[in-house]
């Protein structure tokens, strides 16, 4: 059997493209608790009305028009007449971008079973390292195998794991790779400086999340015998800390300085603009695990030619809630800590670059 990713598309959740937003340009958001309320404009039919943040994690319909949108929308609204096209353009261009270094894996687990999962290529210097989660765990290093990301069929098995390091209790892991897999499964690495240490994540940029579900692996696509796997790309927001109560009944259970949270619900996802030989519509996340967040590290001057480039990795999508439509990520810098404490040599220049990890 040979595995073919074909193609990736996206799918986003906010209606608005948060990353040509300037900051808020309706007052009533500096300073506030979230707990008290704030005055909010309808990125639809611009209308104020107030909101209670940390009522819901979700979004929130406009009481005018009746329209549901994200949070980060409704403080940021976006009122250029172009949002749309300029949201559907930038969504294609980051998809496209982040796809390059999102690698998918077949893996045997100790049962004999065999899993997918999906994971980000870092490089540091010589070394290409895989970032994905730990709960993927292979019967051998050689049971891995890294799936071709082109249309093209590639006759052979890409075994090319040469290390894997896990940390249990974190959900992380990092494989170490044979630097030439990753011409052969095109790849491309991200460089160190496409690393975000973003804590929970700017609510108030676009966020996106790449990776490959199990549930679009295509079974005799195109030719008998062939399956094909294609990576989604879902743009979201990730949600403050502040609001986290709405989705866990046990506050204990998230932690600001670990977790990422972002809502991950078919019913705001409102465009699919390529049409593809999978199911429509949001899958179940299963397969995602391991696949980058990415955010920008800044928000786009009016004057700045936007580029996808500016998109970087800062968490690791880990888990989906059982009765919630949320996914939980773990922050990137523990996964840095990973590679600091395994690759000793990399830790002075990972510190200076991050801070945090030194007290992570
Ligand atoms: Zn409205």
């Known amino acids: 059997m040979t595995i073919i990713p074909a193609r990736r598309y996206g799918l986003d959740q906010s209606k608005i493209e948060n990353d040509r937003c300037q900051m808020p340009s309706f007052p009533g958001t500096a300073m506030q608790t979230g707990d008290s309320p704030e005055t909010v404009k309808c990125p639809w039919c611009e209308n104020p009305?107030?909101?209670?943040?940390?009522s819901s994690a979700s979004g929130?319909?406009?009481?005018?028009?009746?329209?549901?949108?994200?949070?980060?929308?409704?403080?940021?609204?976006?009122?250029?007449?172009?949002?749309?096209?300029?949201?559907?353009?930038?969504?294609?261009?980051?998809?496209?971008?982040?796809?390059?270094?999102?690698?998918?894996?077949?893996?045997?687990?100790?049962?004999?079973?065999?899993?997918?999962?999906?994971?980000?290529?870092?490089?540091?210097?010589?070394?290409?390292?895989?970032?994905?989660?730990?709960?993927?765990?292979?019967?051998?290093?050689?049971?891995?195998?890294?799936?071709?990301?082109?249309?093209?069929?590639?006759?052979?098995?890409?075994?090319?794991v040469t290390r894997r390091v896990a940390h249990t209790s974190l959900d992380l892991a990092l494989f170490e790779l044979d630097p030439n897999s990753l011409a052969q499964a095109n790849l491309e690495a991200v460089g160190v400086d496409r690393i975000l240490d973003a804590g929970v994540g700017n609510t108030s940029r676009k966020s996106r999340l790449c990776g490959y579900p199990s549930?679009?692996?295509?079974?005799?696509?195109?030719?008998?015998?062939?399956?094909?796997?294609?990576?989604?790309?879902?743009?979201?927001?990730?949600?403050?800390?502040?609001?986290?109560?709405?989705?866990?009944?046990?506050?204990?259970?998230?932690?600001?300085?670990?977790?990422?949270?972002?809502?991950?619900?078919?019913?705001?996802?409102?465009?699919?603009?390529?049409?593809?030989?999978?199911?429509?519509?949001?899958?179940?996340?299963?397969?995602?695990?391991?696949?980058?967040?990415?955010?920008?590290?800044?928000?786009?001057?009016?004057?700045?030619?936007?580029?996808a480039d500016a998109y970087c990795l800062f968490a690791i999508q880990a888990a989906i809630f059982v009765d919630k439509p949320f996914l939980k990520a773990t922050q990137i810098i523990h996964w840095l800590k990973l590679v600091a404490d395994n690759y000793p040599k990399l830790r002075g220049d990972l510190e200076s670059r991050f801070p945090r990890l030194a007290s992570v």
């Open 49 to 54: 009305f107030d909101v209670i943040p940390n």
């Open 60 to 160: 929130f319909k406009c009481p005018h028009c009746a329209i549901e949108s994200s949070l980060g929308s409704l403080r940021n609204p976006n009122l250029n007449p172009n949002a749309l096209a300029l949201a559907e353009f930038t969504s294609l261009a980051a998809t496209e971008n982040v796809y390059r270094s999102t690698a998918a894996y077949v893996f045997i687990d100790k049962t004999g079973v065999e899993n997918v999962a999906s994971g980000t290529v870092v490089e540091f210097g010589d070394l290409r390292l895989l970032a994905t989660v730990a709960h993927s765990v292979p019967k051998n290093l050689d049971s891995i195998e890294l799936v071709k990301r082109s249309k093209l069929i590639h006759p052979s098995r890409i075994n090319c």
């Open 215 to 307: 549930a679009h692996i295509v079974e005799n696509h195109l030719v008998r015998g062939v399956r094909a796997m294609f990576a989604l790309c879902y743009g979201c927001e990730t949600i403050e800390a502040s609001r986290w109560k709405n989705v866990v009944k046990n506050p204990d259970s998230l932690k600001s300085d670990l977790h990422v949270v972002v809502e991950y619900n078919p019913d705001v996802v409102d465009s699919t603009s390529v049409t593809l030989p999978v199911p429509s519509g949001l899958p179940r996340p299963y397969g995602m695990s391991g696949g980058g967040l990415w955010q920008r590290d800044s928000l786009a001057k009016d004057d700045e030619i936007w580029s």
